[in-house]
């Protein structure tokens, strides 16, 4: 992984041959995006550049660098101040999050550095489970074990054993983002219904605004607007039965669907231009197949 540096933001980028993909957004505050969007274009010997997640609120200063967008997906913001798991339409979480916990799960926030080795064990059990684990990087994230920084770490454990994790960020103005989540096979049914829960309230009680449960993508995707063709495919991805035994995004949509978020559209922005090549790159470099 490499970064670009400006001021105290940092865009975090991996390469593939000459393009350049930086994955996780600008996270830069409104007067700081431009700056740190000028570094990016002067990399040396890239020739492609690519940006994923951007907000509606970043467009502007995207397009202003030289970046075309196109919404690739919804994401999932849970606003915790008035959040309270009862109700019909918390059922499904409380029926899971209970059955986890009748089978002897319990969630505690801990320091990385205390169960390094168990955490480190989970998560790489949790990428051979999915597709070519080297390309799942990107998708799936690092726990970033040697340099926490301000991540939080909320584990399951079940018979004093760690059996799922997931790490929180924080994004300023009390916004908080979930950043990576790996279980064992063997984890009891419903515990990450029991952990993303335990954040919410952990994060509610602290006086926290919301939690981000991160991009669904290519769901939501309305047929007007530019990139007309790539809309389409991307509707067609998400309806395919074919679609979703590739990518499996509809079940990624429904589990988050759960905990009922506010959904708004997020972006993908390439320069010098937006085409299904660039597309096609981004989405082997994250990992998709």
């Keep these: 992984m490499h970064h670009v540096v400006q001021g105290g933001n940092v865009l975090a980028y991996q390469m ?4 350049a993909f930086a994955v996780g957004g600008l996270n830069a505050a409104p007067a700081d995006r431009s700056a740190l969007l000028t570094e990016y274009q002067a990399l040396d010997g890239v020739r492609r550049r690519l940006i994923f997640p951007l907000r509606r609120s970043e467009l502007r200063d995207a397009m202003s660098a030289d970046f075309s967008p196109i919404q690739v997906g919804i994401e999932a913001i849970v606003d915790l101040p008035t959040l309270a798991f009862n109700g019909k339409a918390f059922r499904t979480v409380r029926n ?3 059955r986890a916990a009748r089978r002897g799960a319990h969630v505690e926030e801990v320091r990385p550095d205390a169960y390094r080795v168990q955490l480190e064990q989970v998560h790489a059990l ?3 489970q ?3 684990s080297w390309r799942m990087k990107l998708l799936v994230g ?3 074990l040697d ?6 770490y909320l584990v399951a454990f079940a018979d004093d054993a760690v059996v799922a994790f997931i790490t929180l960020l ?3 103005h009390g916004q908080w983002g979930l950043d990576v989540m790996a279980q064992l096979p063997q984890a009891p049914a419903g515990t990450m219904d029991l952990l993303l829960a335990h954040a919410c309230e952990q994060l509610r009680d602290e006086g926290a605004a919301t939690l981000s449960l991160g991009s669904c993508p290519m769901a939501g995707i309305p047929l007007t607007g530019k990139g007309w063709l790539l809309r389409r495919i991307f509707r067609v991805l998400y309806a395919s039965s074919l679609g979703n035994r590739v990518f499996g995004f509809r079940r990624l949509h429904q589990f988050k669907s759960k905990f009922r978020p506010r959904w708004v559209p997020v972006y993908f922005a390439a320069s010098p231009r937006l085409g299904i090549w660039s597309l096609y790159l981004g989405c082997r ?3 998709l197949y």
Excluded: A, F, I, V
């Design 16 to 19: 593939r041959g000459r393009t």
């Design 96 to 98: 899971m999050r209970n």
């Design 126 to 128: 949790w990428l051979e």
């Design 130 to 132: 999915k597709r070519p």
């Design 142 to 144: 690092s726990p970033c």
């Design 147 to 152: 340099q926490p920084h301000d991540r939080r």
């Design 170 to 172: 924080p994004g300023g």
């Design 285 to 287: 470099m994250w990992g």
